[in-house]
């Protein structure tokens, strides 16, 4: 099935079940082809894909997700992110009030409150762990979302048509991002810091998705 997406409700089903995203797309022309379990993701530019309802308590998010290489229009090899315990601190009880306004550009995403892993990032040189503060919008993006860890050897950095088994964890105190079964970022969290909405957010790539799951701890 494919779909064109602009900012709007995506019902994605599979297997006897569904799920519900809220797209955000900077360009307007996002292009979505789901087959069985797998989900190609086409962003031309700016893409966050929010999973409709929000998290709480413990819970552990994975999925495999693979950036595609292969001579085609909007491959790059760069930028496999995500979002995950997002609120916005304007609207604690509507997290979608802003979600026209924020449509898909990085910058404006500095308003929520939320956790954020670029992998791949400035053009597959940086894989890093953010902690973004929205109260801070507009101040230098030091306050706003201090980093938290950096990586920039090549093992931790996207590979051509690679798959990645990708874990986001957040039990009791901790929330943690693994790669492969390998923790590559842990933080300490206050109760109710990991409660939020999940985003994966892309930019100017081409991308497989699948096995998307979310279990309660």
């Known amino acids: ?34 087959r069985g379990d797998t989900l190609e993701i086409v962003a031309p530019a700016g893409l ?22 292969e001579q085609r229009p909007h491959d790059r090899l760069a930028d496999l992110n995500c979002f995950w315990a997002a609120s916005d601190p304007l609207h604690p009880d509507d997290f979608f009030a802003r979600s026209s306004w924020r449509g898909g550009v990085f910058a404006r995403y500095n308003s929520l409150d939320l956790f954020y892993v670029g992998y791949g990032g400035n053009d597959n040189t940086t894989t890093r762990f953010r902690r973004y503060y929205g109260l801070r919008y507009g101040a230098p993006n030091d306050e706003v979302k201090p980093l938290a860890g950096e990586y920039t050897d090549p ?25 492969d079964g390998r923790m590559l970022f842990s933080r300490r969290i206050e109760p109710g810091e990991g409660d939020g909405y999940f985003g994966l957010r892309l930019l100017s790539n081409r991308t497989l998705v699948s096995g998307f799951k979310i279990e309660r701890l």
């Open 1 to 34: 099935m494919k779909c064109f997406a602009l900012i709007g409700l995506l019902w994605l089903a599979a297997c006897g079940s569904a799920e519900r995203w809220i797209a955000e797309d900077e360009s307007g022309a996002v292009t979505l082809t789901r």
């Open 48 to 69: 966050t894909l929010w999973y409709a309802e929000p998290l709480g308590g413990d819970y552990r998010i994975s999925y495999d997700a693979t950036v595609l290489m």
């Open 155 to 179: 093992e931790f950095l996207l590979r051509p048509n690679r798959p990645l088994h990708i874990e986001i964890t957040v039990e009791g105190s901790r929330t943690a991002f693994a790669v």
